[in-house]
């Protein structure tokens, strides 16, 4: 993952909060529960320049936000170095589109 992933959840979270979909204490629980699977199952990745480079050429290839293409950029550079086959999980239909494009196996979270 790259560090991004911190403040999208963290937006994510309070946007269902302000809409009424969780309590402050639901907030709470799940934030609590993703900083502790964020240090012990996954790998966080700095943006080096060749990610930002990879993100900018898959904005002119795909339908992207600027954050999504650096998400999927990051996933494409993590799975070049991982041992095994890495999955790409997003809610997002045209990030999960250009990820299987890419090549990447995607999970798609309705």
Do not use: C, I, N
């Not at 639901?26 to 934030?31: I, S």
């Not at 529960?33 to 002119?60: G, P, S």
């Not at 999927?72 to 993590?78: D, E, G, K, M, V």
């Not at 070049?80 to 790409?88: D, N, S, V």
Request: aromatic share 8%; hydrophobic share 50%.
């Amino acid at each position: 993952m790259s560090r991004l992933v911190v403040p999208e959840v963290a937006s994510a979270l309070a946007a269902k909060t302000r809409s009424g979909q969780l309590s402050a204490e639901q907030r709470d629980a799940l934030w609590r529960l993703f900083r502790v699977d964020l240090t012990r199952q996954y790998r966080v990745l700095q943006l080096a320049d060749a990610v930002w480079e990879r993100a900018t050429q898959l904005l002119f290839r795909y339908t992207l936000r600027a954050a999504d293409a650096l998400h999927l950029a990051s996933a494409l550079t993590a799975s070049g170095l991982a041992a095994q086959p890495l999955e790409f999980w997003t809610a997002d239909e045209r990030q999960a589109l250009a990820a299987r494009e890419e090549g990447l196996a995607v999970e798609f979270l309705a």
